[in-house]
């Protein structure tokens, strides 16, 4: 791939969800006048789906920084508690274990449900005139050599960068032409999700009903609406993706024990297949994966999108203070300080969220009673439900800058 005849630029980003347009503009905002470049298989434009997003604390913090909170906020729902039960196969009760109420810090709600069109729409408008948009485009071949990294696209044009970004995917085709693999199983369950309006109000509260299947959350939308993540054996998920809008409401009902009452759904069910992955490098020559082109853990704790934003923490700061001091951004030595600052809380997180999976994913009585028991132990131990808020939010020290909310 000759680079005489390569379009240039400092960073070229693939991928332009939400991970890939926070990492454009959290470069534009930081780095005046870089020369970013972004590339989707697909026009680039506000999604058009009705799901909503986790924002945990420490995340919303980084829009904050980049601008795009206020926007955002608007049409988003803080999320002001959360009641945890748990219920075996046949069980009419749904006894209340766990309950978090207030705020992480006072006057800041632990997190905020925020719809994909709102976050697409506020991104999209911020960075969009700062950066170079190559969609819809298709990547043919991939490169490093030397000081750049080089693709080529399917129509035959050459870009080269110092660095190149990877923020396309769970199926990323730069981590597989890079020959980065990766190590995870499959959890034999889908995803299940939706958005549903009911008939009582949620008053900001979040529910994480615990059934042998999988946990079945949802989760406090403006309005009388709720997003539903439901995990499903893979065996079940089928009949339920089957299932005409009305007899899928009276399943929802009941599932949820009537706590916000009558329920409709306002889109179709939709539903993945849900694996652990973890890419064994976060690197390689002129290479950075982000988002779940570097992880995939299981959403039981909803923490997927709040990852691969702190990813785009940490990426953007060790660019820009290469780029202050004059050094190459791409270099091994950069590369390597985001990877040592990314990988033990990615670790962490698929490690608790796998646990926690494999704990309540059944319907054992002897395994019941002791999570049950857990449950209701750091329910009474506020110190401990604190600390939890806090982990779970994002909060905590040695954080990139813009995880606490101050610019780069």
Known sequence: ???????????????????????????????????????????????????????????????????????????????????????????????LFLRFDGDVVPGEAFAHMVPNQASGAALLGAVQDDITVIAPADISDWSAEGAFGGLTLGDGRVLAAPLIIAADGAQSNLRQRAGIDTIGH??????????????????????????????????????????LVWTETAQTAPRLLAMSPEDLAVEIEAVMGSTLGQVTLEDKLMGFPLRLQLARSFVGPRLALIGDAAHVVHPIAGQGLNLGLKDVAALAEVIVDALRLGLDHGAPDVLERYQAWRRLDTASMAVVTD?????????????????????????????????????????????PKLLSGMPI
Do not use: C
């Open 1 to 95: 791939m000759s680079k005489h005849s390569a379009e240039r630029h400092d960073v070229i980003i693939v991928g332009g969800g939400p991970v890939g347009l926070t990492m454009a503009l959290a470069l534009a905002r930081s780095a005046p006048g870089i020369q970013v470049a972004l590339v989707d298989r697909r026009p680039l434009s506000v999604p058009r789906d009705n799901r909503a997003s986790a924002i945990a604390a420490g995340v919303r913090r980084v829009f904050e920084a980049l601008g795009v909170w206020d926007e955002m906020e608007s049409q988003s729902q803080p999320v002001a508690g959360m009641h945890i039960t748990d219920s075996g196969t046949g069980d009419l009760a749904r006894p």
């Open 186 to 227: 499959d959890y034999g369950q889908m995803g299940l999700v939706a958005t549903i309006a009911h008939e009582l109000p949620h008053d900001g509260v979040a529910y994480e009903h615990f059934r042998p299947a999988g946990p079945f959350a949802s989760l406090p939308l403006p309005g009388n609406r709720s997003s």
């Open 355 to 399: 646990g926690m999976n494999r704990l309540f994913s059944n319907d054992l009585a002897p395994v019941r009673a002791l999570r049950d028991f857990g449950l209701g132990l750091v329910d009474r131990a506020g110190p401990v439900k604190s600390a939890l808020i806090r982990a779970a939010s994002g909060i905590g020290g040695g954080a």
